[in-house]
């Protein structure tokens, strides 16, 4: 029993200790797509919202054309309610022609069913976002969801609207969940995580102390003896040899004594 304790232990410790390792391993490869992505789109001339309406209207997505999205700073992917979040936009074209963002926009839906629409984002323009064939381009996106929408998990759909050679697409660059919370909220879901393994770490830790003593104590313990005159027996012996000539003989001679 105690070996397992002690694997169970030493494998909760381990764990404890590779999370923020696994955490900071995961930011820098976020950060590295990020640096990858960014090439020739260093004027892209962000025009916010006033950008042509698209309506309902979808496109295909062109062939050649790769994107990626990295949250910059924030991989856990929260997001404060009635606040500000970032993200970029990694833009590949493969082709030969070269292409035209035209806007980004998003939309958060519930995670459980994608028809179920909570909230369509704010559309964001570019005048001048042309990503020539062989190249790369990061463009960012900012947006802010409902300050009165409840905290939670929700889906975030993000799409790029380009042209190539006067012809619209759009791709799908983002297609995930992401955390909402409230304003002024300091916790996250991984810090959580985190002093939740620590506490079952610690209590496991103090089980483990606990039986370790409980078998020191075990094999420290002897049974108690009792002296008779000048010498000393065993109690289990006196109380088996109680009632024959022996305990007799030997509450006779006490009695002389006095």
């Not at 970029?88 to 292409?99: P, R, T, Y």
Request: proline residues 3%; aromatic residues 8%; contains cysteine.
């Amino acid at each position: 029993m105690a070996s397992f304790n002690q694997f169970w232990i030493f494998s909760l410790a381990l764990l404890l200790l590779a999370s923020p390792l696994l955490q900071v391993a995961r930011c820098q490869s976020d950060s590295d797509e990020g640096v990858e992505a960014t090439d020739e789109g260093s004027d892209i001339g962000i025009v916010g919202d006033d950008v042509q309406d698209y309506g309902d209207e979808s496109f295909s997505s062109a062939p050649g054309i790769e994107t990626i999205t990295v949250f910059p700073k924030n991989s856990a992917r929260l997001v404060t309610a009635g606040e500000e979040t970032e993200l970029l936009v990694g833009v590949k074209n493969d082709g030969e022609s070269s292409l035209t963002v035209i806007a980004i926009k998003a939309s958060v839906h519930l995670p459980y069913d994608h028809r179920m629409l909570v909230q369509n984002l704010t559309a964001q323009g570019f005048n001048s976002g042309k990503v020539p064939g062989s190249a790369q381009a990061t463009f960012p996106y900012l947006f802010a969801v409902s300050k009165f929408l409840q905290p939670g998990t929700f889906d975030l759909v993000g799409t790029i609207v380009y042209e190539i050679e006067q012809q619209p697409y759009q791709s799908t660059f983002y297609n995930g969940t992401i955390e909402v919370v409230e304003a002024g909220a300091f916790l996250s879901i991984e810090s959580v995580f985190l002093v939740t393994l620590g506490v079952a770490l610690l209590a496991l830790l103090g089980i483990w102390i606990h039986g370790q003593i409980q078998n020191l104590s075990k094999k420290t313990k002897r049974a108690p003896k009792v002296e008779v005159g000048t010498r000393s027996t065993d109690a289990s012996m006196d109380e088996w040899l109680q009632g024959t000539a022996y305990t007799q003989s030997q509450v006779s001679k006490s009695k002389k004594k006095k």
